[in-house]
């Protein structure tokens, strides 16, 4: 048998949820840098500097990857979305790939 306060503590979440409209994952990162990141020559050192601590980090067939990313998901209206996902080699940027619906 559920509880009463245990009813009204999903319903509360259920309403500040669907009245907010809105859910955001991630943390924001000054995306006009990207531009700044220089393949071979850009260190793991500049980009904490450029973009901050990543969001996610991993590996992906041995090489480091770190993820920087901002979602925005609402119930009305088109999703807000970013991400930046840099590759390194032996310290530096091997590649990365950034993505936004933002419109520049």
């Known amino acids: 048998m559920v509880k009463t306060p245990l009813i009204w503590a999903l319903s509360l979440g259920a309403l500040l949820v669907f009245s907010s409209g809105c859910a955001r994952v991630g943390n ?21 500097a450029m973009f901050g601590k990543p969001w996610r980090v991993g590996m992906e ?11 925005t998901y609402r119930l009305i209206g088109d999703a807000d979305t970013k991400d930046l ?5 032996e310290g530096r940027v091997s590649a990365y790939n950034f993505n936004t619906t933002e419109v520049e």
């Open 28 to 48: 924001d990162f000054n995306s006009h840098k990207v531009e700044e990141i220089k393949i071979g020559e850009t260190t793991e050192a500049d980009i904490k």
């Open 61 to 71: 067939n041995g090489v480091k990857q770190w993820t920087y990313g901002r979602y």
């Open 85 to 89: 996902v840099v590759k390194f080699k």
